[in-house]
């Protein structure tokens, strides 16, 4: 399945974001997805995921603020992000797993989209 990330930007410190992540192909249901960010200088880190199954993971910086949510009719995966900070600033991949379950690793994740950045600042 090939990925592709978008709607990133510029926002301010307490503002909103939904970022897309489009799917080609007829299996996108069978793949369990997730997003990782990246900031500079840092490594690659888990964001949040949903299984094929419907299971959803957050990592607990972006618990209660970040929702992680798709619609296999539209091959689509979005992540609603709220009550964005400064720390959030980073560019956003979205990947793809074919299991069952979802993974926090990105090691596990072989289909990876190119990435969106996101901004969040005064």
């Known amino acids: 399945v090939q990925l592709q990330a978008s709607g990133g930007g510029l926002v301010r410190p307490g503002g909103s974001l939904r970022l897309s992540c489009a799917a080609s192909g007829r299996t996108f249901r069978t793949y369990s997805m997730a997003w990782f960010r990246q900031a500079p200088g840092k490594e690659r880190e888990f964001v949040g995921s949903?299984?094929?199954?419907?299971?959803?993971g957050y990592d607990d910086s972006v618990k209660g603020r970040f929702t992680i949510s798709r619609d296999n009719a539209k091959n689509t995966e979005y992540l609603e992000m709220n009550s964005l900070k400064p720390e959030d600033t980073a560019v956003y991949h979205c990947?793809?797993?074919?299991?069952?379950?979802?993974?926090?690793?990105?090691?596990?994740?072989?289909?990876w989209g190119q990435g969106t950045l996101v901004t969040v600042s005064s």
């Open positions: 990947a793809a797993r074919g299991s069952v379950v979802f993974s926090r690793n990105p090691a596990d994740y072989n289909n």
């Open positions: 949903m299984s094929r199954s419907g299971t959803i």
